[in-house]
């Protein structure tokens, strides 16, 4: 599956921006990953197929959120209440796995950043 992933940008403290990953065909799991500069790649949000489970790491509940278009096969990562600590690079990622580390995923988009300023 190939996948392109956009909607990054630059945008202040406490403001919003909707992530978009645009998948070339049908996957398990859509997930976003992020990685910030000098970290290693962390979990954000993992949806299924049907978009009838959805899970996110901690340090987004109750700020981001995860959905998908089946009919455009697109998954979308809104994210709203952004802080500093949020400014990364995403990534989308798909594949049979629901798992919550990078390395059991093979297919990648290119990435999108996101920089929070102050």
């Known amino acids: 599956v190939q996948l392109q992933a956009y909607g990054g940008g630059l945008v202040q403290a406490g403001g919003s921006l909707r992530l978009s990953c645009a998948a070339s065909g049908r996957s398990n799991f859509m997930t976003w990953f992020r990685q910030a500069p000098g970290k290693e790649r962390e979990f954000v949000a993992r949806i299924n197929w049907s978009g009838s489970w959805r899970y996110s790491a901690d340090s987004v509940k109750g700020r981001f959120t995860i959905s998908r278009d089946g009919a455009q096969n697109t998954v979308y990562l809104q994210m709203n209440s952004l802080k500093l600590e949020d400014t990364a690079v995403y990534y989308c990622?798909?594949?049979?796995?629901?798992?919550?580390?990078?390395?059991?995923?093979?297919?990648w988009g290119q990435g999108t950043k996101v920089t929070v300023s102050s």
């Open positions: 990622a798909s594949g049979r796995t629901a798992a919550t580390v990078a390395v059991a995923y093979t297919d």
